[in-house]
């Protein structure tokens, strides 16, 4: 049977299996691929903070610089570090005096279309999410008061901001935060096989991977949060991990929202283990196996959260289609103002 | 172009006609009342021009709860869980533009635009 008409064959399974609650495996294949397709258009950017070369590379150079930390220790980096494609692969990240934080670092692929930022939402923008780790007490502990003194006496800031905001060029808290944020918006994931396959490559993944595709949309019922081209619906859920970190609850002051987190993009997610905002689950196999035996029943948990089954052979398929959402590797970051 | 809500649900439907003659009757200023509904993690529409004192009806038609929020100089509103079937009303009383959004599904925004 040609791959094709296998996935279609799984589809027409699907939709004719026992649970009509898998409303996207009814679709026909090109329009469920459709939904996946990467778009044509550049990155977004606010009306008050468009992107330039000279911007970009100003936050990349914050980005490094350990001066935004008071004890000049950590950088935004040593977290988000570029050769980890951005994360820094510990299950929680480690912040002031080296001390565990109590969720995973954030992914960033992508981020230019995020809706809000950290585990929790907190932030409604990457301006104002690239200030909150520089002055959290446990993450870099440092007053962007200070940073500001700190970076005015660099000289090679003087030339760098004065080219990133030529209209005014003295270095402030706003303009560091803005720099960041327009570094963060150009790290994008690449293309990767799936996403060949989705334009018409049948030969760019296996029959494994293809099944696992239907399964994603169907009976395993994970595009009811991780659907679209970042694969994320950019909202917050409760999946059912032991723990009693309020998530997204309190930000919002609504109760049943406490273990909730906000969906990550699975764009390079085989490559950025460990899994999940406490960094519980060390491979894909272990996130498949939590969604179909692992959840904890409490009164939080998403309303998207459908209790599933799924044979050795199914979660095998779910894990190699997982596997194909990965890109050539991170981008050429060599270029550095401290080298 | 910003448009009034043209998927009102039927009964709101009647209920903001009844409004519109009630008004040209008076020969007054009225008060209407626009209707959204929530599906699929999205409004049925993002945009909405309103008068000062007219009233938007959100009514979940989703599987799955939802959280109305206005974070606004002139207005602030949380609605709590949103439970499937649970309709939310809010008041706008003041020009200006206005952000609704889910705080669970933030992709959900609807801009109102009261003049």
């Given at each position: 049977?040609?791959p ?5 064959a799984?589809l027409?399974?699907?939709?004719l ?10 679709r ?11 778009p ?7 009306e008050?903070?468009?992107s330039s070369?000279?911007?970009v590379?100003?936050g990349?150079?914050l ?11 950590l950088?935004c ?10 994360q820094?692969?510990k299950p929680?990240?480690?912040g002031?005096?080296?001390h565990?934080l ?14 809000t930022f950290?585990w ?20 870099m502990?440092q007053?962007m ?9 660099v000289?090679f ?10 209209e ?5 808290g706003e303009k560091?935060a803005k720099?960041?944020a ?10 990767s ?13 296996g ?16 595009a ?5 081209w970042r694969?994320t ?5 409760d999946?059912?991990l032991p723990g009693d ?9 609504v109760?049943l ?9 699975l764009?390079?997610?085989a ?5 999940m905002?406490d960094?519980?689950?060390?491979t894909l196999?272990?996130?498949v196996d939590h969604?179909?035996d692992g959840?904890i029943?409490?009164p ?5 959260l459908?209790r599933?089954?799924?044979?050795e052979?199914?979660?095998?398929d ?6 194909t959402l990965?890109?050539a590797?991170?981008?050429d ?7 | 172009m910003?448009a009034r809500p ?10 903001l ?5 009630a008004?040209a ?9 626009a209707v ?8 049925s529409?993002q945009?909405?021009?309103l ?16 959280n109305?929020?206005?974070?606004h ?7 709590g869980?949103?439970?499937?079937g649970a309709?939310?009303r809010?008041?706008f009383?003041?020009?200006g533009?206005?952000?609704v959004?889910?705080g ?8 109102v635009?009261?003049?």
């Amino acid at each position: 049977m040609r791959p094709v008409t296998a996935l279609a064959a799984a589809l027409a399974l699907l939709a004719l299996g026992p649970s009509p609650g898998s409303t996207q495996a009814d679709r026909d294949l090109p329009a469920l691929k459709a939904e996946y397709r990467r778009p044509a258009e550049k990155a977004p950017a606010p009306e008050d903070n468009p992107s330039s070369a000279a911007k970009v590379r100003l936050g990349w150079a914050l980005f490094q610089d350990r001066r935004l930390s008071s004890d000049n220790a950590l950088a935004c980096v040593d977290c988000h570090q570029p050769e980890r494609d951005w994360q820094d692969g510990k299950p929680r990240a480690l912040g002031f005096g080296g001390h565990a934080l109590r969720r995973r670092t954030m992914p960033l692929y992508d981020a230019a279309w995020g809706e809000t930022f950290f585990w929790d939402g907190r932030a409604a923008s990457l301006e104002a999410q690239s200030i909150i780790p520089i002055e959290a007490p446990d993450e870099m502990n440092q007053k962007m008061d200070d940073v500001v003194a700190r970076l005015r006496a660099v000289p090679f800031y003087q030339g760098m901001f004065a080219e990133a905001f030529p209209e005014a060029p003295e270095i402030t808290g706003e303009k560091v935060a803005k720099a960041v944020a327009a570094f963060e918006r150009t790290i994008e994931s690449g293309e990767s096989d799936f996403d060949r396959w989705i334009d018409g490559d049948e030969a760019a993944i296996g029959d494994a991977a293809k099944r696992g595709f239907a399964l994603f949309n169907g009976k395993a019922n994970c595009a009811q949060c991780h659907g679209g081209w970042r694969l994320t619906d950019d909202g917050f859920h409760d999946t059912g991990l032991p723990g009693d970190d309020p998530g997204r609850g309190p930000i919002i002051e609504v109760p049943l929202l406490e273990h909730s987190f906000k969906t990550p993009s699975l764009r390079n997610v085989a490559r950025r283990p460990p899994y999940m905002h406490d960094g519980s689950l060390a491979t894909l196999r272990e996130v498949v196996d939590h969604y179909a035996d692992g959840i904890i029943e409490r009164p939080t948990l998403s309303d998207d959260l459908k209790r599933i089954s799924l044979t050795e052979a199914e979660r095998a398929d779910l894990a190699a289609f997982l596997e194909t959402l990965s890109d050539a590797g991170p981008p050429d970051t060599r270029w550095s103002p401290f080298r | 172009m910003p448009a009034r809500p043209t998927r009102a649900g039927r009964r709101s439907a009647s209920a903001l006609a009844l409004c519109f003659a009630a008004g040209a009757a008076a020969g007054a200023a009225w008060a209407a009342q626009a209707v959204v509904t929530q599906k699929d993690k999205a409004f049925s529409t993002q945009r909405l021009d309103l008068r000062p004192g007219d009233t938007l009806l959100i009514q979940n038609e989703d599987t799955r709860a939802h959280n109305i929020q206005v974070t606004h100089p002139l207005l602030t509103y949380n609605s709590g869980l949103q439970e499937p079937g649970a309709n939310e009303r809010i008041a706008f009383q003041r020009p200006g533009d206005y952000l609704v959004y889910c705080g669970i599904h933030p992709k959900m925004k609807l801009r109102v635009k009261v003049q």
